[in-house]
């Protein structure tokens, strides 16, 4: 059996920007890599991605940009976790990391705190002036201005969020004030306000954060979003729960991004990724997460109201795994050390979806026509089989020829004709199984073979990336 792959008439832009990498390193029980460090630059180059979210998250509602750390007097986090001695992660070691590749920052402004404590209304103007003079340090330093989040999920119940913010309206009226001064000094920028997806309905603040946000405040260009997916049932079979990737999709896309896209407004997903919940960490450490991620991205890459997305992280905690190996971690329960510098599961796929969209200004998906189902079983009596599709793929098209990427989920080669999109060399990730653990180079199959035909075999659980040479 052939399966067809063509792509549809209609595509939408991508940029340089579009995909992206946080490298927030405040929430980690080890010494966190500094930005400037050799490893740290290993892994950027590895990963290909051009842009990075600066300084990060949470942290960046407590940051103090002069000296590169949380402000004195606030913490994010109770003191006894944060990292000793703080990393060093001022602006100067950041463009180190940046100017390379000539990347394109995301600047997450701090709108909350000044001077050691929570600010007030009052404190607005003189907030703006530091963080305009941050930003306009950021440009001495020869980086763009030209990505701008005012903040950092204020949806969420926290007392300091609270007591900066009442609400979504609150929040709102305080960015009017932003704004503007924002636009003045940096006209080429966009400027993302918080938004929440994945809300908890039972919270009235959560749950009413967006239509408060989107009443109040004068036209923003984008929105902030944050997706973390949670397996729902985290001992179940890894090929089962590959299911929750395709099922969650348009329920989140008609909640919280076709909203925004009828407004004309972008979807900025400056955090995303798969939560394991397992102590083990055996999910997010497998090739099943490669898999579960690289379907993500194609549903980010196919929906044109989502601009840029940014995967949460370079380094970080066991739950919210991270893009590239410290050595330090401890992965499945053998408790497997990985080589420092490695690429994660996570990290193959992004590193494979950053060399296909290099150059790259449009995006569209692939279409498999005839193509079978996977049938999963979960492993427990208590939940019933699921099916979801075997293949899927993106094409990213750049000025002279085209890269597509196509995913096998299934444990079956699949024949994929090429004939509607072209292309003479396949690069190929793969393991033999979605539990194999990634901890090295040589968990994983890597292979670059020209095509001959028009016509390929995509590996069972692969990633395959076909492109002209």
Known sequence: MIVTATIPAISRPVYRSTLGLNIENAFTKVQPPFWNDPLTDQGVVALGINSFRYPGGTIANYWD????WVQAGVSPISANLLPVPPPADSLPSFSQLVKPGNGIPVFDLNVMTFQGRIATNADDPAMIQDQVNFLKSAQQLGLSIRLIELGNEFYLQKPDYQKR???????????????PTLKKEFPEAKIAVVG????????????????????NIAKPDAMQLHIYEQPTVASAEPAWLLSQVFDLWPKLKATYIDPLGRRGIEAWITEFDLLDQNADVHLAAS???ALYLSEMLIQFLSEPTVTHVDFYNMAGS??????????????GPLGIVPQAGTLSASGLALAIFGRAMRGSSRAAPLTFGGA??????????????????????????????PQSLIVNFSSQPITVSLSSIGGNQMETLAA??????????????????????????AAPYSINRIYTQ
């Open 318 to 331: 066991s739950t919210r795994h991270v893009a590239v190996y410290s050595g330090n971690e401890k992965l």
């Open 165 to 179: 913010f009442s609400d979504g309206a609150s929040y709102a009226q305080e960015m009017n004030v932003w704004i």
């Open 432 to 457: 033999p199984d979605l539990s194999t653990i990634v901890s090295s180079s040589d968990s994983v199959s890597r292979t670059t073979v020209a095509i001959s035909g028009d016509s390929i075999v």
């Open 196 to 215: 929440a997806a994945y809300s908890d309905l039972s919270d009235p603040r959560q749950s009413g954060w967006n239509q408060e946000v989107l009443a």
């Open 287 to 289: 090739w099943f997460h």
């Open 65 to 68: 940009w002069k000296k590169g």
């Open 372 to 401: 079978p189902l996977v049938t999963a079983v979960s492993g427990s009596p208590m939940f019933s089989s699921k099916s979801y599709p075997s293949i899927a793929g993106i094409q990213l098209i750049t000025v002279t020829t």
